[in-house]
């Protein structure tokens, strides 16, 4: 099915709830599943000896026997198997993720519902969630930065991805930027019957505020700043090296030094107490009459 043309598609408010309303419990099944048969395979050695110190016996005659000493790396064992169920999986489901992609390219564009786009899009979309999911759950910085940039999200150097949701496609954020938590970045939003898909472009040091919403086709310049509880309008353009604000953003203000807010700080001060001694005066003033 063809791409509406979205100038011609005004809509009145913004709205990604009940996104993706397919079933996908299976594919986080298998996904389970996998993660499960690979950490067990690897480990058949391990619970091969264990199950010998305790019965005497192994299940499986042809492995090497190990040690009393192996309960000692119970601990670490466990620890490492949370490590590869976790990988496993971010690996098989970056795979599958590239399958589907060589089997339906995604595009940008407005698109009807039941359309190819629009069940493709549904079915990378829930194969990046649990991978992404498992990785900001590891003890590991950046984790989900790797499982992002293996599934094709341009991320640069130095970002910082604090929790919070970032779509897995048509995504490109630039080096020293800083996303802080509660943020969504949207390049995807589902309207009544419609999927409308925009790429977001974020520059180079920029910074975007917590609890807030960036929507399809957004273009931050670089060293633009997304304040704090804003959200951007489809296909709006921020310009560099200012402040945002607004619901959606209609207020721009310009970057200050520490210096230059010392001074408008001190200004402020020297203002107040003006005015606190101007009016001591009055009053005594007017006391004295």
Not at 148 to 162: D, E, M, S, T
Not at 209 to 226: K, W
Request: overall charge positive.
């Amino acid at each position: 099915m063809e791409a509406v043309n979205d100038s011609q598609f005004k809509i009145d408010y913004i709205s990604t709830s009940g996104v993706y309303k397919t079933p996908f419990s299976l594919i986080i099944l298998l996904q389970f599943l996998f993660g499960c048969l690979i950490m067990i395979l690897v480990n058949l050695w391990f619970l091969n000896d264990l199950y010998y110190l305790l019965t005497g016996k192994s299940f499986l005659p042809f492995l090497l026997i190990g040690q009393w000493w192996e309960w000692f790396l119970l601990p670490l064992n466990i620890y490492g198997n949370l490590l590869l169920f976790a990988f496993s999986i971010i690996l098989f489901s970056a795979g599958i993720f590239k399958i589907l992609n060589k089997l339906y390219p995604p595009k940008e564009g407005i698109f009807k519902r039941g359309s190819k786009e629009w069940k493709y899009t549904h079915r990378r979309f829930w194969t990046a969630y649990f991978p992404i999911w498992l990785a900001r759950s590891l003890p590991l910085p950046w984790s989900d930065i790797f499982v992002y940039r293996f599934l094709g999200v341009h991320i640069g150097r130095n970002v910082v991805a604090y929790e919070g949701y970032i779509d897995p496609e048509f995504i490109e954020i630039g080096d020293f930027t800083m996303t802080s938590l509660n943020i969504c970045i949207f390049s995807h939003l589902i309207y009544q019957d419609k999927l409308i898909i925009k790429k977001v472009k974020i520059g180079k040091a920029c910074i975007v505020g917590p609890q807030t919403i960036i929507s399809p086709g957004t273009i931050l310049h670089d060293g633009a700043v997304l304040g704090v509880n804003s959200y951007t309008w489809i296909n709006q353009v921020l310009e560099g090296d200012l402040i945002h604000v607004g619901t959606p953003v209609s207020i721009t203000l310009p970057i200050q030094s520490i210096d230059e807010s010392q001074k408008k700080a001190e200004k402020i001060k020297s203002e107040a107490l003006q005015n606190i001694n101007l009016n001591n005066k009055n009053n005594e003033g007017g006391s004295g009459l």
